[in-house]
């Protein structure tokens, strides 16, 4: 009998493990595409804005990943490669891109997979791929002699926090802008999943956690009017470094302002960090 019951109770066990197996693939699938929108390349191009700029496909496994590039005039100049947000595409960060021009540094944006123009269909195993990809396509264009940083907006953040232990050669800095301490606090401030289901969701894109695993300077900046991430989540990131690091709290700036409104003084802090890094505490 005692047997005969643990032999059910183990049945159920399994049972009830495949069940939980399968409740948190269906979160995950469905937090996952309600998460990763995309969105059509627009018509603006950096030259929009007064910059020159190169166009090109990096290949990513079987998918061709659409990028901008625009140079400074010295190639010297420091270099950064920016992971933009979902619901974006390279057109929304064309202004951005000529702003950097104008105060001496090579930028390029690349759209993940599914987005814009970019081939593939858009799941977080995909955009792992790509951040791999888009690194060393970036290091292979700008060469040598430029000091290289990368840049995490809003979903982009995880995507490189997760990914910059792969980079070869590392960068020499990090930057965080206007996102979140985790994912799976992320989906909660997206209204994707209730707070109480969070359990459900795989730990994927924890930037608290992958941040202590940094080994380059830091950048973390917040809007105290972001109205999706609260300061409260990048200070958690900020605190869990090691690294020479800095925080700024920008005011005024709506979640997406970055890239919708490009100013100076919103960039400023970015510049200063690129061409000063030293000076970072």
Sequence with gaps: MARRWKAQLG????????????????AFMQVERSGLIVVPDGPETPATFGAPFERFSVASGDRKLDATLVRAAQDTA??????????????????????????????????????????????AAHLEEDADSA??????????????????????????????????????????VASYSSAREGAVAFGLIPRWATFLLPDLWNNVRDTRNLRQPLLVMQSDSD???????????????T????MVVLHGFTHDAGHARPTDDYWAPVVRFMTGARSVE
């Design 135 to 176: 690194y060393a396509d970036f290091v292979r264009r700008v060469g040598a002699r430029a000091r290289r940083y990368v840049l995490g907006y809003s979903l982009g953040t995880g995507v490189v926090f997760d990914a910059v232990r792969r980079f070869t050669p590392p960068p020499n800095g990090v930057i965080f």
């Design 11 to 26: 049945v159920l066990l399994l049972v009830l493990a495949v069940v939980f197996a399968g409740m948190r693939r269906f």
């Design 243 to 246: 690294v020479p690091k800095q």
């Design 227 to 241: 109205e999706l991430f609260p300061v409260s989540m990048a200070k958690a990131v900020y605190d869990a470094a």
């Design 78 to 123: 420091p270099a950064l490669l920016i992971f933009h947000g979902t619901a974006e595409a390279v057109s929304y960060w064309a202004d951005v891109q000529a702003l950097l021009y104008r105060h001496g540094v090579t930028s390029m944006v690349f759209d993940y997979s599914g987005f814009g123009r970019s081939t593939g269909r858009p799941t």
